[in-house]
């Protein structure tokens, strides 16, 4: 079983859509679980980050995070045409420093 | 807002020969990353940089790649001598807190 598994989509939604997007991951040792967006050619874009269980909102974003079945989400609420990329998960045990294991991302395409 | 610079956005090399890539991380920033994503690929880790040497490394960072801070503001990856199969993108993360890493946008290394 891979450490962090991710759909890779692609993803095609309307605009103003609900999106969800997904990883799950086998090591039960993960404490930070991280959301990137990626533009093509472009470097991972930090959105959210959460530690151990629970949710966080950032404006249309939420993150969740379900540590008993070892599944993460990222929300986008109200979904734009410039939403449209890659996103990734990545995910750390807790370290000195932190070492992200990413999954493969999700391509979303948001169509106006 | 600060961000990581990466140069050269583009490199090309022959097989054999040495290259170094070059980041200027967030300034007050403490915590200093390489990760590559082969087109197509997910990003993988390859080392870690804290306090002046390296933290923790993977099994791709072998004794072709070393890494160095040769003075307060730059952090360098060199690759002694570069095979087909290093043929990637390479990124440069820095983060203040260990686990909030903030991405470059990347260096393309072409190995002919």
């Known amino acids: 079983q891979k450490e962090v598994e991710q759909d890779p989509g692609p993803l095609s939604v309307p605009e103003g859509a609900i999106v969800s997007l997904n990883c799950t991951y086998s090591?039960?040792?993960?404490?930070?679980f991280m959301w990137y967006r990626q533009y093509s050619r472009k470097g991972p874009e930090l959105l959210m980050y959460t530690y151990s269980s629970g949710n966080k909102e950032d404006g249309r974003f939420t993150a969740q995070v379900d540590k008993s079945s070892k599944y993460i989400s990222l929300f986008i609420r109200d979904s734009q045409p410039s939403d449209s990329a890659t996103y990734l998960c990545?995910?750390?045990?807790?370290?000195?420093?932190?070492?992200?294991?990413f999954g493969t991302g999700t391509r979303l395409k948001v169509l106006a | 807002e600060p961000e990581v610079t990466q140069t050269p956005s583009h490199q090309v090399t022959q097989m054999g020969q040495e290259v170094i890539l070059r980041c200027v991380p967030i300034s007050n920033h403490l915590y200093f990353y390489w990760y590559r994503q082969i087109l197509g690929q997910k990003v993988e880790f390859l080392v870690s940089f804290y306090n002046n040497e390296i933290s923790e490394k993977s099994e791709i960072f072998d004794d072709q790649f070393s890494v160095e801070r040769p003075d307060g503001s730059n952090f360098t990856l060199k690759i002694r001598s570069t095979k087909l199969e290093d043929s990637a993108m390479y990124f440069c993360a820095s983060s203040g807190l260990p686990y909030e890493q903030y991405f470059g946008p990347g260096t393309r290394l072409t190995v002919t």
């Open positions: 990545a995910m750390s045990t807790i370290k000195r420093t932190y070492k992200y294991i």
């Open positions: 090591n039960s040792a993960f404490q930070y």
